[in-house]
């Protein structure tokens, strides 16, 4: 997994690239949990993600409860079809907002 950070004014977007599971999902939690205090507005690009686990839904989760809780926005954009599968599936895809 690799993960990009472009900060655009007060948004902050993230570009996945690869697989987020169990071994690579405390990494992305590490790396987006610390920003909720630096933003208002989180993005993650989605592009380049090819697999998400339930770990990885689990990360998502956090981050978009601790945005809510503040006030924030946190999305996803450039959800292929296999990832949003992954949402429609386990209900995410009505719990985050994707763009």
């Known amino acids: 997994m690799t993960i990009n950070k472009t900060e655009t004014g007060a948004k902050i977007i993230f570009e996945i690239e690869g697989r987020v599971d169990t071994t690579t999902s405390s990494e992305l939690q590490s790396i987006l949990v ?3 205090s630096n933003t208002d507005d989180m993005v993650l690009d989605c592009a380049k993600l ?20 503040k006030g924030g926005k ?9 990832i949003l599968e992954i949402f429609e599936i386990t209900g995410f895809s009505n719990i985050l907002n994707i763009n």
């Open 74 to 82: 946190f999305s996803l954009t450039n959800v292929n079809e296999d």
């Open 34 to 36: 610390p920003e909720v």
């Open 50 to 69: 090819i697999y998400i686990s339930s770990a990885g839904l689990r990360v998502l989760l956090t981050v978009h409860k601790a945005m809510n809780k």
